[in-house]
């Protein structure tokens, strides 16, 4: 697609595949791997959690928050249970193209964990409670986090992180 960055760009990860997916108007941590297995262990549902920062619409209630605890009807499934809380404000860069604002519309950052990863989902969960997201980043799954690694950087895995994921096999 033009204008769109693909992993051919970056010969470093010539072979690798990407594990999971993050959506077009989603940012942050994608896994590579060039071992079957890998995708395998982490995309398998209820076994690795992965930690999503969705910047929102409204400060939700307490009540919200529970509910995204408890799952979430979103008509085709419920998902299990999430750990939610709200955070404050991350130093990130601008996001582009940026995010739509409405100036008499707040905004809030939710940090929201799932061990399942269906299509959309935190959009879908945080839209379904009233609460649209306006910006999404992937920042962990398990143990491999995103740090300060900028758009487009990449980095080998750690001996742990190498240890942790062969135990998933």
Avoid: C
């Amino acid at each position: 697609m033009p204008g769109k960055r693909t992993l051919l760009e970056f010969p470093a990860l010539a072979g690798g595949r990407a594990v999971g997916r993050l959506d077009e108007d989603s940012e942050g941590l994608l896994v590579i791997s060039s071992w079957p297995w890998v995708q395998t262990a982490l995309t398998r549902p209820g076994k690795v959690e992965k930690v999503y920062w969705a910047q929102i619409e409204r400060q939700p209630s307490q009540q919200t928050l529970q509910q995204w605890r408890q799952g979430v009807s979103l008509g085709d499934f419920t998902t299990s249970p999430a750990r939610a809380q709200m955070m404050p404000d991350p130093p990130l860069d601008p996001r582009v193209p940026p995010i739509r604002r409405r100036l008499s519309v707040s905004t809030a950052w939710l940090e929201l964990a799932l061990k399942e990863g269906k299509n959309r989902q935190v959009r879908r969960m945080t839209a379904a409670l009233g609460h649209p997201t306006l910006r999404l980043l992937r920042v962990a799954v398990g143990p491999l986090l995103l740090g300060g690694l900028s758009a487009g950087q990449a980095r080998p895995t750690t001996g742990p992180e190498m240890d942790w994921l062969k135990s998933l096999r």
